[in-house]
């Protein structure tokens, strides 16, 4: 299950993106709220994150003009490892590192076959395992809790 959401920045991008995952079969549930001129990334990253926290195996994607505001919202919440694949090495260090949950994407920073391409790659990039990365991460979760 995949959760996609988006502001007014993001939709065409978003738009994009949720036709290339259609055609590839991949199970999409829609967030974006219905778009009115100042709509607020926070609200949206919250959707898609609770949302993507509250299904086993879920993972998010989200969409605003940077893909920054997206994924500093989305990594306030805690367990959620949202990361801009602003590269084709960030999309897949951010799954084989860092087992992120949140894809973040910039409606006006990528081009939509980059940004396609790049959620390809995330989506089929196995979290490692290795030690040290699961020793990082919990070491994560201490400071999402320290912070609490």
């Known amino acids: 299950m995949l959760f996609l959401g988006c502001d007014h920045a993001g ?38 994150c609770l949302k993507t ?28 490892r ?18 992120a949950n949140v894809a973040c994407f910039g409606g006006r920073t990528m081009k939509a076959r980059d940004a396609t391409r790049r959620l390809a790659l995330w989506l089929s990039t196995p979290f490692s395992r290795e030690a040290r990365h699961r020793r990082r991460l919990k070491k994560i979760a201490a400071l999402e809790k320290a912070r609490a």
Do not use: H, Q, W
């Open 82 to 99: 949202a990361a801009v694949l602003y590269s084709d090495a960030a999309a897949v260090a951010s799954r084989r590192d860092n087992d």
């Open 11 to 48: 939709f065409a991008l978003k738009e994009k993106l949720a036709a290339a995952l259609s055609s590839r079969g991949v199970l999409v549930k829609d967030l974006t709220p219905k778009l009115v001129a100042g709509d607020d990334y926070p609200d949206v990253a919250r959707a898609v």
């Open 53 to 80: 926290l509250a299904v086993k195996g879920a993972r998010g994607v989200l969409v605003c003009g940077s893909g920054l505001g997206m994924c500093i919202a989305a990594n306030k919440l805690p367990g959620v």
